[in-house]
């Protein structure tokens, strides 16, 4: 039996063009974003420590992204036989939907508001401002604040985290991007089944947002990068001494000395 590492990918393994200040283009490596869509990279210690920690421990990505942006990214030898997404609504073997997984996470759903409603409330909320994006995939409801904005800031999703407590949904704010879904979809829970059907010995998990809270606590390790939604707040969970892109690859590190794997 091996460990597992359960690792979320957006600002903890993987990194958009902003997150790589510093950085010449001979020390990223380019994970996504090949045929000119979204581009996201980690360094190349990062990319190469990731092969090796791969080839001791399972490594399951473990993200809020859909399927269609989950399998976007290309890991360059360290490609996971399991990954969750969804935050945790659906996991995939081998590039598969578990159905039977599937079905579970329906079934908790439906113990809170329908994702349509609380769609319908954000929307409503937002309509003064044409700017603001409201979306959904998989039953997470998305809102996208614009870079700039006069009528509609940061400082106004405490009306939106107001919707989120009324639907008994998990509400996080990462930037402009604002995430909601039953509180009983955590990645935690999948984590936790993932890791019983590899029979891992030790989980290892790294994130930086509150949907990662859950999941950090569960693990053996955890470990979240010096940015953030958690960064600032004393939450128990050890954070790197890098920010950005850099930590990446800190994580790893401190992922490959707790498990005892040579990077």
Known sequence: MRPAYF???????????????????????QVEGFDGGHCSFMTTGAIRKLRLLAQAADFVPTTTRSLQQATAVRFAGAEPEYMIIANGIHILFRGEIDA??????AAIADLAAPADDVLAACRLAARPHPDVRVKTHS?????VLPRTSPGFTIDHAAGLREIADAADYSFSQQGRSIMMLPRGLTKDRAAGEVARRLGATLTAAAGDSYLDLGMLGWADIAVRPRHGELHGHDVGIRETETSGVAAGEEILDIVAAELGVAL
């Open 7 to 29: 690792a979320d990918l957006d600002a903890t393994t993987l990194f958009s063009a902003r997150w790589t200040a510093g950085f010449t283009a001979d020390e990223l490596h």
């Open 100 to 105: 039977d997984w599937a079905e579970r996470s």
């Open 139 to 143: 039953g997470i409801v998305t809102i």
